[in-house]
């Protein structure tokens, strides 16, 4: 006996995400954010200060001011954000 899906696939739905950090004339892709940090998809050498993180949800933008403590180490795989 099969149960019965809650949800028909042809009702299912998955956003578009995207997430990219801005640091003066730099973007760099974002995999992962958290309350306070972050994952680079490629980590390079930034020194502290402030950027800003841009996501797209369905072409809808929402844009965050923030601060990094302890700048961007390409061996990091976390980094810390802080609000501005």
Do not use: N
């Amino acid at each position: 006996m099969s149960s019965p899906s809650i949800v028909s696939p042809s009702l299912a739905y998955s956003a578009v995400v995207r997430m990219r950090l801005t640091v003066g004339s730099r973007r760099m892709g974002v995999a992962q954010v958290g309350p306070d940090f972050m994952i680079l998809e490629e980590p390079v050498e930034i020194p502290a200060g402030r950027g800003e993180l841009v996501v797209l949800i369905d072409g809808d933008e929402k844009r965050r001011a923030i601060y990094l403590p302890d700048g961007i180490r390409p061996t990091d795989v976390r980094t810390r954000i802080a609000p501005v």
